[in-house]
């Protein structure tokens, strides 16, 4: 749930991301994304959620929210690719990431090796621990 009372889940098994838009009866949903993703977790205006691709790598997907709240009728506002800054796509170990005050924080790999890993709000990433 983000501040506004807005409320998004993950249904997992190929039934994406929603957004409930109708709380009076019967709820009603917005699909934001279509695919298989288990973990979802709003930091200040991003919507943050994990997707694990056909090659069996799991990795990180963002939604803007304001612009996704107020895109007009029939605009679809697309979900991003989280990459580093050099354009690197984050690989998670696990579907398991924390986003905190525009870092994200998560189990991946690092020099060959099992590694806690940080992208900061610049998109630097940084190794944290060894796992």
């Known amino acids: 749930m983000d501040q506004s009372g807005n409320v998004y889940f993950a249904s997992g098994v190929g ?17 934001i994304f279509s695919e298989e ?8 205006d991003l919507l943050y959620f994990d997707y694990k691709e056909a090659s069996g790598k799991i990795v990180l997907y963002s939604l803007d929210l304001k612009a996704y709240l107020s895109a007009e009728a029939g605009e679809r506002v697309r979900p991003a690719l989280v990459t580093a800054a050099d354009g690197t796509k984050l690989e998670l170990s696990t579907g398991a990431f924390y986003a905190y005050n525009g870092s994200i924080y998560y189990a991946g790999i ?8 940080r992208l900061d709000d610049s998109r630097n990433l940084s190794e944290i621990a060894k796992l």
């Open 15 to 31: 039934r994406g991301v929603h957004h409930v838009t109708d709380y009076n009866g019967e709820p009603s949903v917005d699909g």
């Open 37 to 44: 993703a288990y973990t979802v977790q709003i930091d200040g």
């Open 110 to 117: 690092s020099e060959g090796k099992s590694a806690l890993l």
